[in-house]
């Protein structure tokens, strides 16, 4: 069953932005996202694994993957198309889950920004618009749990 949106609810507050600051030069940090090898050791939040990672990194290209829970429940498919590329500065493409026909469902807007900060980069990733205050709260907690994983990898690049 497909979400519908609040019209009460304004868009803002169905945006999501994440800031982060990873000690890492900023291309391995765009490589991070834009390479299946390192994008498959720490995309999904904690519990799960990341599997089928393709990449077509340019504009007009797509990706996807599968997030598969460590505790055997079903796996979640995403993908979306890249909107633009510019390395290593930004990301920007499109997100959906699949649905339970294997449709993609809602779909949002990423946008990836990578900056030099010191001998590290400022991540700062801006996902929109959400059908909930709700949808966009539950990706806050699997990104932000995806991100302290990326972290850990890129500590051991």
Not at 11 to 35: C, M
Not at 52 to 62: H, I, Y
């Amino acid at each position: 069953m497909a979400a519908t949106i609040d019209a009460g609810i304004e868009p803002a507050e169905r945006v999501l932005v994440i800031t982060r600051i990873l000690d890492a030069p900023r291309q391995l940090v765009f490589s991070a996202w834009t390479d299946p090898a390192h994008l498959a050791h720490w995309l999904g939040p904690r519990g799960f694994a990341a599997s089928n990672v393709r990449l077509d990194v340019r504009p007009g290209g797509g990706w996807r993957a599968c997030l598969r829970p460590e505790d055997g429940g079903r796996a979640l498919w995403m993908g979306g198309t890249y909107r633009e590329v510019v390395a290593p500065e930004r990301l920007v493409f499109t997100f959906a889950w699949d649905d339970e026909e294997g449709e993609p469902g809602h779909e949002t807007l990423m946008r990836l920004d990578f900056a030099d900060a010191g001998r590290g980069t400022r991540m700062t990733m801006r996902q929109a618009v959400f059908q909930t205050v709700e949808d966009r709260d539950g990706h806050s907690l699997g990104w932000t749990s995806s991100f302290e994983r990326l972290d850990e990898h890129l500590r051991n690049c």
